[in-house]
């Protein structure tokens, strides 16, 4: 009977000691996912996002959230969400900047044909007040949309689009001094 007593004694000290670690470490994991739940909300409004990739950003977010505000939540459980959290927002944030880089690539593109209708006007069409003059204001009016764009917008679609209006600017340009000529 005394062993039995012992036992239950000691076993019930040694759960008495456990417990609170078992607590302790579940709250610091709540508490590491929390963390990393704010560090992404302040991330999410500190970037500067493409396409849909804010979207997919926030949806990471609500998604770390409902698993920490379930009951009955266990420490793998919040060990995993915080993991699935840091590796899927790296995803989206390494997606978010490649297409960023390309998007500032199409923007360098159309920055450079803008100069090549300046180049022409100042080069070409010297002697020619009246079509240096129009060339001019287009390229400003090209200029100005340009300039209103952020270069998150910049798509392939919309770069084509602008090389399509500069080129055809030039073009038309270039027929009208051919034909005064």
């Given at each position: 009977?005394?062993?039995?007593?012992?036992?239950?004694?000691?076993?019930?000290?040694?759960?008495?000691?456990?417990l609170?670690?078992?607590?302790?470490?579940?709250?610091?994991?709540?508490?590491?996912?929390?963390?990393?739940?704010?560090?992404?909300?302040?991330?999410?409004?500190?970037?500067?996002?493409?396409?849909?990739?804010?979207?997919?950003?926030?949806n990471?977010?609500?998604?770390?959230?409902?698993?920490?505000?379930?009951?009955?939540?266990?420490?793998?459980?919040?060990?995993?969400?915080?993991?699935?959290?840091?590796?899927?927002?790296?995803?989206?944030?390494?997606?978010?900047?490649?297409?960023?880089?390309?998007?500032?690539?199409?923007?360098?593109?159309?920055?450079?044909?803008?100069?090549?209708?300046?180049?022409?006007?100042?080069?070409?069409?010297?002697?020619?007040?009246?079509?240096?003059?129009?060339?001019?204001?287009?390229?400003?009016?090209?200029?100005?949309?340009?300039n209103?764009?952020?270069?998150?917008?910049?798509?392939?679609?919309?770069?084509?689009?602008?090389?399509?209006?500069?080129?055809?600017?030039?073009?038309?340009?270039?027929?009208?001094?051919?034909?005064?000529?």
């Open positions: 009977m005394k062993k039995n007593i012992k036992l239950l004694l000691s076993i019930s000290s040694i759960s008495s000691l456990f609170p670690l078992v607590a302790i470490s579940c709250s610091n994991q709540k508490t590491k996912l929390e963390a990393k739940i704010k560090e992404s909300e302040i991330q999410l409004s500190n970037i500067e996002f493409a396409n849909d990739f804010q979207e997919e950003f926030k990471e977010i609500i998604n770390a959230k409902k698993i920490l505000s379930k009951e009955q939540v266990t420490n793998e459980e919040l060990k995993n969400a915080e993991i699935n959290l840091v590796n899927n927002l790296k995803k989206i944030l390494d997606k978010n900047k490649q297409v960023i880089e390309e998007y500032f690539n199409n923007q360098e593109l159309i920055s450079r044909k803008i100069n090549e209708l300046k180049e022409y006007a100042h080069e070409k069409l010297s002697n020619n007040r009246e079509l240096k003059a129009k060339l001019v204001k287009q390229y400003e009016e090209i200029q100005e949309e340009f209103n764009l952020k270069s998150v917008n910049w798509t392939l679609e919309k770069t084509e689009e602008f090389k399509k209006k500069i080129d055809k600017v030039l073009n038309d340009i270039k027929k009208e001094t051919m034909n005064k000529n």
